[in-house]
């Protein structure tokens, strides 16, 4: 494994079902090592330059030296703490090898680190606690992965992959006595007292030592769960023990934004109005824009709102752009009519001697006036200055049309 690994199981089926099931909840397969955050694994030995599979490099997170001996859930948190030990931190330039991760045989003798036993293709490792061949990363400290138990919860539920789940926290894990090797031989906790039980190896001699944490209560500003605006904040945070003894501590979080949404614009519905005048009518409309980001954003229409919309159909467009160049577009359609028939003026019923045994020609005035286009042509039947014949005669169909 490349990295802390827990499965669950089913108490039920102990002793009834073989082989017994036990579903990930975090694993690190060869392919997916636990790596610090930045860093992505390269295991082609053909191709990669170099070489990370997180298990040869020095670091802060876990390696070929790192053991996990036990696990905890305490209740009443979200917390799960893996319990163990960690090494080739590297950061150690004092030592011979400077504290890194190395395979090969342990040796307490600066002067034979780097050197090869004889007949043997692996060097010696500075490792005053183990003097075997094998992995090696002096100075050891017992360490802490903190897991967030909803993290394993959608593992299980299959809505994450065990590997891509991440520990928020580690830290070294300070115990009192100095042991002969850096080893833990388990952790329990005790849900009655909410206490956590550590088992140092070799603590006292070859005896282990047990090992009485209980987990204070933290208080932080801002607390978690907070809402963090954009940039930096530091969150401080501090604890008091019964006796009074306080420490503190405090840590950044950064919110880099990324806002690749369009703000929304909303405009009115598609509008009809009446004309006016022959250049059409003013219309006035309101358009506004909300942005996930930025809230309430200007928005810019062509045609402008107030502007005389010619007869016909006319396409309003409005956008909206963010802080961050991001916009956003709506349109509508503005349509004129003109459906105001012309006014048509004929003069009254009239009597004339008839002329001839045909009639008699008679010639009449008609006018017309539109809304929009003033006074325009009419046309009557019969004609203006035909001849009507004998008798009572209508002059019909006189009309006008506007354009």
């Given amino acids: 494994m490349n990295g802390p690994a827990l499965f669950s199981i089913d108490p039920a089926q102990l002793g009834t079902t073989t082989p017994l099931p036990a579903k990930p909840l975090v694993y690190y397969?060869?392919?997916?090592?636990?790596?610090?955050?930045?860093?992505?694994?390269?295991?082609?030995?053909?191709?990669?330059?170099?070489?990370?599979?997180?298990?040869?490099?020095?670091?802060?997170?876990?390696n070929g030296v790192s053991e996990v001996r036990g696990v905890v859930f305490p209740e009443g948190t979200r917390s799960v703490l893996?319990?163990?030990?960690?090494?080739?931190?590297?950061?150690?330039p004092e030592l011979p090898g400077g504290g890194g991760f190395c395979y090969g045989f342990g040796t307490a003798d600066p002067a034979l680190v780097g050197?090869?036993?004889?007949?043997?293709?692996?060097?010696?490792?500075?490792?005053?606690?183990?003097?075997?061949?094998?992995?090696?990363?002096?100075?050891?400290?017992?360490?802490?992965?903190?897991?967030?138990?909803?993290?394993?919860?959608?593992?299980?539920?299959?809505?994450?992959?065990p590997w891509s789940v991440k520990p928020y926290a580690t830290w070294p894990?300070?115990?009192?006595?100095?042991a002969g090797s850096t080893h833990l031989g388990g952790a329990a906790y005790d849900a009655e007292t909410g206490r956590i039980y550590v088992s140092q190896y070799q603590g006292d001699s070859n005896l282990p030592v047990i090992h009485v944490l209980r987990l204070q209560p933290v208080m932080c500003e801002p607390p978690s769960?907070?809402?963090?605006?954009?940039?930096?904040?530091?969150?401080?945070?501090?604890?008091?023990?019964?006796?009074?003894?306080t420490s503190t501590g405090s840590f950044n979080v950064t919110?880099?934004?990324?806002?690749?949404?369009?703000?929304i614009v909303t405009v009115p519905s598609n509008a009809t109005v009446e004309a006016a005048g022959p250049d059409g009518a003013v219309f006035t409309f309101n358009a506004t824009a909300t942005d996930n980001v930025d809230g309430p954003i200007a928005t810019s229409c062509t045609p402008v709102s107030g502007s005389v919309f010619p007869i016909?159909?006319?396409?309003?467009?409005?956008?909206?752009?963010?802080?961050?160049?991001?916009?956003?577009?709506?349109?509508?359609?503005?349509?004129?009519?003109?459906?105001?028939?012309?006014?048509?003026?004929?003069?009254?019923?009239?009597?004339?001697?008839?002329?001839?045994?045909?009639?008699?020609?008679?010639t009449f005035t008609?006018?017309?006036?539109?809304?929009?286009?003033?006074?325009?042509?009419?046309?009557?039947?019969?004609?203006?200055?035909?001849?009507?014949?004998?008798?009572?005669?209508?002059?019909?169909?006189a009309d006008a049309v506007n354009v």
């Fill in 82 to 92: 893996f319990f163990g030990r960690h090494g080739g931190f590297g950061a150690s």
């Fill in 115 to 161: 050197t090869f036993p004889p007949g043997e293709a692996d060097h010696y490792c500075f490792d005053p606690e183990d003097g075997s061949k094998g992995v090696h990363g002096y100075p050891y400290r017992y360490y802490v992965w903190a897991y967030d138990a909803n993290d394993l919860a959608a593992s299980a539920a299959g809505h994450k992959e």
């Fill in 29 to 62: 397969p060869a392919a997916h090592p636990l790596l610090p955050p930045g860093i992505e694994p390269c295991i082609d030995r053909n191709v990669c330059d170099p070489f990370i599979d997180g298990w040869n490099q020095n670091s802060a997170l876990f």
């Fill in 366 to 397: 008609a006018s017309a006036t539109d809304n929009i286009n003033g006074a325009i042509a009419v046309s009557c039947v019969p004609a203006i200055g035909a001849t009507f014949p004998l008798g009572a005669t209508t002059v019909s169909d």
């Fill in 255 to 263: 919110v880099k934004l990324t806002d690749l949404i369009l703000p």
């Fill in 225 to 245: 769960g907070s809402f963090f605006p954009i940039g930096t904040t530091t969150v401080q945070c501090h604890a008091s023990d019964r006796a009074g003894n």
């Fill in 312 to 362: 016909g159909a006319t396409t309003v467009t409005c956008t909206a752009t963010d802080a961050h160049h991001n916009t956003g577009t709506a349109s509508f359609a503005v349509t004129v009519t003109d459906s105001v028939r012309p006014v048509v003026t004929v003069p009254a019923d009239a009597i004339v001697e008839a002329t001839s045994a045909a009639g008699a020609a008679f």
């Fill in 173 to 178: 894990l300070a115990l009192p006595f100095v």
